[in-house]
């Protein structure tokens, strides 16, 4: 697989949750197993949402850029990120605050992890 076609993924991804998250703050916040919802976490949803919306527009305009600096900084910074959503993601989890649909989360934040972690230690994709 190629940077460039990891990085589409990777924004069509993210605007799929964005739509669900900016538009359907409730209906996520059910899948995800909310006991109480009221506005202040539609809201938070929503704020997510925007954090969202920033990884699709990030990754989408980046996916053809070259190696430099740049992408290196932008490839850690997503790994970084999806590491820590991993983790928050597991604690909310196997506390019992998250259902099930979390486990799709997971699993996402360590595909893009592992993927992106090949391309920044593996690949020579990052030096051409």
Do not use: D, H
């Not at 209906?27 to 949402?49: D, H, P, R, V, W």
């Not at 305009?61 to 590491?83: H, K, Q, T, W």
């Amino acid at each position: 697989m190629k940077l460039s076609i990891l990085m589409t993924v990777n924004a069509l991804v993210a605007v799929l949750f964005t739509v669900g998250t900016l538009f359907a703050p409730e209906l996520m916040l059910e899948l995800y197993g909310a006991k109480t919802i009221n506005s202040e976490l539609t809201l938070m949803t929503q704020f997510f949402g925007s954090g969202l919306f920033c990884y699709a527009v990030l990754t989408w305009f980046a996916r053809n850029a070259g190696p430099s600096e740049a992408r290196r900084a932008i490839i850690l910074g997503l790994m970084a990120s999806y590491f820590v959503g991993m983790i928050i993601t597991g604690i909310g989890y196997f506390s019992a605050i998250l259902n099930m649909f979390a486990l799709l989360n997971i699993g996402l934040y360590v595909l893009f992890l592992l993927s992106y972690g090949y391309f920044l230690f593996a690949s020579s994709e990052t030096e051409s």
